[in-house]
Nanobody, 116 residues
Framework: QVQLVESGGGLVQPGGSLRLSCAASGSIRSINIMAWYQQAPGKERELVATITSGWRTNYADSVKGRFTISRDNAKNTVYLQMNSLKPEDTAVYYC??????????WGKGTLVTVSS
């Protein structure tokens, strides 16, 4: 089992920045892909960014150039640096983890609200 705990959400004005964190614990040796998803009110959960154990990253077109995903292996933590935030970025952000031969794991989410 893997446990994922997100933090760092909150209220921010348009154009502002936030950094989300996802701390992983448990059987993390099986994990080689971690990601952030967002779910806006009334919408389906969508992929924001992924990072592999080899540090390969991928981003949704809507966040390219504004968001950066990174990881600190020593702390078993993945980050999402969000800059130039827009009202349409308002959503619950979920941490995701999976690996070869293992299950999919989700955190409980952290709410990001972008509003003036």
């Amino acid at each position: 089992q893997v446990q994922l705990v997100e933090s760092g959400g909150g209220l921010v004005q348009p154009g502002g920045s936030l950094r989300l964190s996802c701390a992983a614990s448990g059987s993390i040796r099986s994990i080689n892909i971690m990601a952030w998803y967002q779910q806006a009110p009334g919408k389906e959960r969508e992929l924001v960014a992924t990072i592999t154990s080899g540090w390969r990253t991928n981003y949704a077109d809507s966040v390219k150039g504004r968001f950066t995903i990174s990881r600190d292996n020593a702390k078993n933590t993945v980050y999402l640096q969000m800059n130039s935030l827009k009202p349409e970025d308002t959503a619950v952000y979920y941490c995701y983890a999976t690996g070869v031969g293992t299950s999919i794991y989700w955190g409980k989410g952290t709410l990001v609200t972008v509003s003036s």
